[in-house]
């Protein structure tokens, strides 16, 4: 259910965005609110409680935001307050953001390799990446698995190219564990 409130506002806010020509404008509030939202966790939550009425949620929400975030973006929040979904505020806003990472070409990967890369290799796995894809720019994020043994693991959305030494070691493990030997 989260997932399609989150598809549901978020499509709407991104459609908003790109009929008024603001993508970048609203995707950098988007990025505000929700760094507001994760660094003070007890915030929805006192938003949320039932105790609290809808204009008091929306009073607080325009003392915080007014002035520095686009009507736009304000009008966003009060649909939210309105419709009762405040509480899914940050997945709405993740989605947003990924729809905009989509539109402006922009891949999410995600390297993990048992030895930290130098400068050099990252740069040539990040140009063919971008060679071999319609993405423009990357964000890369990399990490250390040394259970990898070697090679390297990349996650691009929920594509995986796994070519580290512990894969080929699990392959080569299922193969021989099919051989029958015979007398």
Same mark, same amino acid.
Request: contains cysteine; glycine residues 4%.
């Given at each position: 259910?989260?997932? =399609?409130?989150?598809?549901?506002?978020?499509?709407?806010?991104?459609?908003?965005? =790109?009929?008024?020509?603001?993508? +970048?404008?609203?995707?950098?509030?988007?990025?505000? =609110?929700?760094?507001?939202? !994760?660094?003070?966790?007890?915030?929805?939550?006192?938003?949320?409680?039932?105790?609290?009425?809808?204009?008091?949620? /929306?009073?607080?929400?325009?003392?915080?935001?007014?002035?520095?975030?686009?009507?736009?973006?304000?009008?966003?929040?009060?649909?939210?307050?309105?419709?009762?979904?405040?509480?899914?505020?940050? /997945? !709405?806003? +993740?989605?947003?953001?990924?729809?905009? *990472?989509?539109?402006? *070409?922009?891949?999410?990967?995600?390297?993990?390799?048992?030895?930290?890369?130098?400068?050099?290799?990252? *740069?040539?796995?990040?140009?063919?990446?971008?060679?071999? /894809?319609?993405?423009?720019?990357?964000?890369?994020?990399? /990490?250390?698995?040394?259970?990898?043994?070697?090679?390297?693991?990349?996650?691009?959305?929920?594509?995986?190219?796994?070519?580290?030494?512990?894969?080929?070691?699990?392959?080569?493990?299922?193969?021989?564990?099919?051989?029958?030997?015979?007398?």
């Amino acid at each position: 259910m989260a997932k =399609l409130v989150s598809k549901v506002y978020g499509d709407a806010l991104f459609s908003l965005a =790109l009929e008024e020509n603001r993508v +970048d404008e609203i995707w950098e509030e988007t990025k505000v =609110l929700r760094q507001v939202m !994760v660094e003070n966790p007890d915030f929805i939550p006192l938003l949320c409680n039932p105790n609290m009425t809808e204009a008091k949620r /929306s009073e607080i929400l325009e003392e915080i935001f007014q002035g520095k975030i686009s009507d736009a973006s304000m009008g966003f929040l009060e649909v939210l307050v309105k419709k009762g979904r405040l509480e899914e505020i940050v /997945s !709405v806003l +993740d989605y947003f953001d990924d729809c905009t *990472k989509e539109y402006k *070409k922009i891949g999410v990967v995600y390297v993990s390799t048992p030895k930290a890369l130098s400068k050099d290799q990252k *740069k040539k796995v990040e140009d063919r990446i971008l060679e071999v /894809s319609d993405y423009e720019t990357l964000e890369t994020h990399y /990490s250390l698995e040394p259970d990898l043994l070697g090679g390297m693991v990349i996650r691009i959305g929920d594509r995986v190219l796994d070519n580290s030494i512990r894969s080929k070691m699990d392959l080569m493990t299922r193969k021989l564990s099919q051989v029958k030997l015979s007398n």
